[in-house]
Every structure is written in C-alpha cells, then in structure tokens.
C-alpha cells in the first residue's frame, strides 16, 4: 500500500507536543542559566595568573568538549546513581546535563571575550585607583558581554536542539513526546515533521531575538 501523507495529522499533533515542549525549554533556560554561571567562572579561572586555576579550568573545559553529550547523560543518569546509591530524577539529570555541558563551550566564550577587549582598559581602570575586580565589573565585563551575546545565542540554540538527546534517560521533551504519539497513530512521518517544525520555529524566534537585541545593543553603543 502506497505512502498517503495526511495533513490533518500534523495540525492534530502540535497541540500534543506542547507538553514535551514545555519540559524542553525548561530543561534549556534552566540548564544554560546554570551553564553560564560555571561557564563565567571557569572562564575567568583561565585567565587566572596562578596556575592551578587554569589547570582546573582547562581539565573541565577539555573533557567535558572531549565527550559526547550522550555519554555525558548516559554517566550521569545511570553510572553516578550507581556509584552513589542516589536515585536522579530525569529532569535534574537533563538540566544538569544541559549544564555542565554547555558551561565548558560558554567558558571558552568567556575566556575570548575578555582577552578582546584591549589591555589599556585594564590599566586605565587601574590607574584611576579602581581595583582588579572593579576594573574587571565596571570597565572589562559590560564591554566583553556585549561581544558575547552572539555566541551565547549560538550556544542556546545548540542547547535546545541538545535536549533531543535527553530522550535516552526518560526526559519526556519534544522528541520523546513524539516519539510516543508515534507509538499510537504509527504516523512517524508526519509526527516527526510536526517535531522538526516545532524545533525550527523555535530557533528562528531566538535568531530573529537575538539580532534585534544586537542591533538595540549597537544603537545605545
């Protein structure tokens, strides 16, 4: 029997899919908000003049970039509670997952972003009697966040699309969600175009965002 594709089956199984899609941006801010503070910090740590704090950084930075995310979830969702005697409830686990792995790329971003901005600033600030820190929060970081924002984008981006992954440790996110109407109505082909359309109307929102948000950065500049 020829492949008859049905509309109506795709209009049906939006509304369904908001359920995953709830969990997945929740898993994504949550995540990346707790992604960037680690990534703040272990960036900064590579910049550090003693050399213990680059070599932690860097030994984060270089196995978490080192390993696949679904390793990553797979180890942390099943060998740590094992290890531990714990049990992790699969939207912690996906959050800390998200997390731990989007802080060592938004550490590099950090790192990049503050060695752009020109030396002289720091010795003006400090010049003018402000010490490292407030040199570093009044003159270096406004002026180095603003060239972070679109790589930071870039990241959230990948970061959404990254909770797909999730569906391996139990999350129920989009694709999982999916993947059970899927099991139903066995309309793979029209339930997963459905999941590819929500996913891209997604990304092109915070694209369209984020380019608004440079622009409006660029005017008060």
Avoid: C
Avoid at 8 to 37: A, C, D, N, Q, Y
Avoid at 149 to 162: M, R
Avoid at 200 to 213: C, D, G, N
């Amino acid at each position: 029997m020829a492949f008859q594709f049905e509309p109506s089956v795709v209009i049906e199984t939006l509304p369904m899919l908001m359920r995953g899609l709830k969990f997945t941006v929740l898993i994504t801010v949550g995540g990346l908000s707790f992604g960037f503070l680690l990534g703040a910090l272990f960036g900064l740590m590579k910049l550090a003049r003693s050399a213990w704090p680059r070599k932690l950084a860097g030994a984060y930075i270089e196995t978490i970039r080192g390993t696949p995310m679904l390793v990553q979830a797979m180890f942390l969702y099943y060998g740590v509670p094992m290890a531990l005697g714990i049990r992790i409830h699969p939207l912690l686990a996906g959050g800390l997952v998200i997390a731990v792995n989007s802080g060592a790329y938004i550490a590099e971003i950090v790192r990049g972003a503050i060695q752009s901005i020109h030396s002289g600033q720091t010795e003006a600030g400090r010049s003018i009697g402000l010490t490292g820190f407030q040199t570093m929060r009044y003159i270096i970081w406004p002026q180095a966040f603003r060239r972070m924002i679109p790589p930071l984008g870039n990241q959230f981006i990948i970061s959404l699309k990254d909770t797909s992954l999730l569906m391996v440790i139990g999350v129920g996110e989009l694709l999982r969600t999916g993947q059970e109407i899927v099991a139903v109505n066995f309309r793979a082909f029209e339930v997963y175009l459905a999941v590819a359309l929500v996913y891209l109307v997604m990304t092109l929102s915070i694209a369209e965002a984020l380019k608004r948000l440079e622009r409006r950065l660029r005017i008060r500049q």
